[in-house]
């Protein structure tokens, strides 16, 4: 009789386990304090664990991507509130990290990258608001840093150094037709 209690205690110890486990793991909803939807997808202990998705005061979708421990975590999608993509990025607990993506508001590409904070930070390209590349090379601080190459209608202008978006020291720049036109050097 004792074996069987055992047995039984055992069994329904394990089924009890299951389903906490699956409670835990639930799709749930958090709301604003006027009852608007701030957050809805996976959660853990009411907290956003796993893929869910962020709105703004007026129920617009402002976030999708995965969550850990209430951080955004992984690949994600931020939005305009007029609903095009704004950023695409990963995070590692809550903080932006590695090559990402930044659009105009009219759903065009602007950067492709590494992002930090928003920022562009690193090597990238910067495309204008029809989609034509501008810039590739290094940014530090949003602006061109480093070395670096200026594009006009998807020709090579300038190809050379950069501080805070100027072209300085060496450098050179081009005639439409490719041809140099100008070495500045700097002394």
């Known amino acids: 009789m004792i074996n069987l209690i055992k047995k039984l205690i055992n069994k329904y110890y394990i089924f009890i386990v299951i389903i906490s486990l699956i ?38 979708l402002i976030y999708e991507g995965i969550f850990k421990d209430g951080k ?39 950067y492709y990258g ?10 990238g390209i910067e495309y204008d608001e029809n989609g034509v590349k501008i810039y590739y090379g290094e940014f530090n601080n949003n602006k061109y840093n480093g070395k670096g190459k200026i594009y006009r209608s998807n020709l090579l202008y300038y190809n050379g150094e950069f501080v805070d978006n100027k072209k300085d020291g060496n450098g ?16």
């Open 172 to 187: 050179i720049e081009y005639y439409p037709t490719g041809k140099i036109w100008f070495t500045p050097l700097k002394i």
């Open 72 to 110: 955004m975590n992984g690949y994600s999608k931020q939005y305009f509130t007029n609903g095009n993509i704004d950023i695409e990025r990963e995070y590692i607990d809550g903080l932006s990290t590695g090559n990402g993506k930044l659009y105009y508001p009219n759903g065009k590409l602007m």
């Open 23 to 60: 409670l835990m793991l639930i799709i749930g909803k958090i709301y604003y304090g006027n009852d608007k939807l701030f957050y809805e997808g996976e959660m853990v202990n009411r907290i956003p664990n796993g893929k869910g998705n962020m709105y703004d005061k007026n129920e617009k």
């Open 114 to 123: 590494n992002i930090i904070n928003n920022m562009p930070l690193g090597k």
